[in-house]
């Protein structure tokens, strides 16, 4: 709009400062007058280019802003997508987690059941070996228990057994026998050695 008005300007300038002819009396030349019109048209014409171009700008930030706003939507989608695998993947985790957990408080409390299994087993075996007489000779108080004893198995063949007093390599004997079948039954007390021929003796 200022640049149309400067030229209009210049315009009616150069007009009134063009020199007159004699025969006009003064006036300009009557072309000139024919072609002032010319200027208004300009003044006009760049208006209706100006307002086009504003127009054509304000139709290129609605369309950048409309794909802005479509990339920020699609983003936050994807976030929100991306969010809920994260916290689907920490549920899995903490289940995997608690289920770890009880399986191994179910594997711990097994180990001990076994534990006492097993201690139980040997205490029983301890016993077991303690309340029962091999082949050897032994002595009472040491490497056995007072009491009386029989033999486990029926004597099939003849067997020789003997209770002698403890140190004296079995010089001092007590009491002895051979047996030729039965079940042999001895009675052994503290500071005596006990020698088995005759199979398994077991405590009575």
Request: net charge negative; charged share 25%; aromatic share 4%.
């Given at each position: 709009?200022?640049?149309?008005?400067?030229?209009e300007?210049?315009?009616?300038?150069?007009?009134?400062?063009?020199?007159?002819?004699?025969e006009?009396?003064?006036?300009?030349?009557?072309?000139?007058?024919?072609r002032?019109?010319?200027?208004?048209?300009?003044?006009?014409?760049?208006?209706?280019?100006?307002?086009?171009i504003?127009?054509?700008?304000?139709?290129?930030?609605?369309?950048r802003?409309?794909?802005?706003?479509?990339?920020?939507?699609?983003?936050?989608?994807?976030?929100?997508?991306a969010?809920?695998?994260?916290?689907?993947?920490?549920?899995?985790?903490?289940?995997?987690?608690?289920?770890?957990?009880?399986?191994?408080?179910?594997?711990?409390?097994r180990?001990?059941?076994?534990?006492?299994?097993?201690?139980?087993?040997?205490?029983?075996?301890?016993?077991?070996?303690?309340?029962?007489?091999g082949?050897?000779?032994?002595?009472?108080?040491?490497?056995?228990?007072?009491?009386?004893?029989r033999?486990?198995?029926p004597?099939?063949?003849?067997?020789?057994?003997g209770?002698?007093?403890?140190?004296?390599?079995?010089?001092?004997?007590l009491?002895?026998?051979i047996?030729?079948?039965?079940?042999p039954?001895?009675?052994?007390?503290?500071?005596?050695?006990?020698?088995?021929?005759?199979?398994?003796?077991?405590?009575?």
């Amino acid at each position: 709009m200022i640049e149309s008005r400067e030229i209009e300007e210049r315009a009616m300038t150069q007009h009134h400062n063009a020199p007159s002819s004699p025969e006009s009396g003064g006036r300009a030349p009557s072309r000139r007058r024919g072609r002032r019109w010319l200027w208004p048209a300009a003044a006009v014409l760049c208006l209706v280019v100006g307002i086009s171009i504003g127009g054509g700008d304000a139709g290129v930030s609605a369309s950048r802003y409309d794909a802005v706003v479509a990339e920020r939507d699609d983003l936050e989608d994807q976030l929100a997508v991306a969010t809920a695998a994260v916290q689907d993947a920490q549920g899995a985790t903490a289940d995997e987690q608690g289920a770890l957990g009880e399986r191994s408080a179910e594997l711990d409390a097994r180990e001990a059941a076994l534990h006492a299994r097993e201690d139980a087993v040997v205490q029983i075996e301890q016993t077991v070996a303690a309340s029962q007489i091999g082949i050897g000779t032994w002595t009472v108080g040491v490497d056995l228990e007072p009491g009386t004893y029989r033999t486990a198995e029926p004597v099939t063949s003849t067997c020789y057994w003997g209770i002698y007093r403890s140190g004296t390599n079995g010089e001092d004997i007590l009491q002895n026998d051979i047996v030729n079948g039965g079940h042999p039954t001895v009675t052994l007390a503290e500071g005596q050695d006990f020698e088995n021929g005759c199979g398994t003796f077991v405590k009575q």
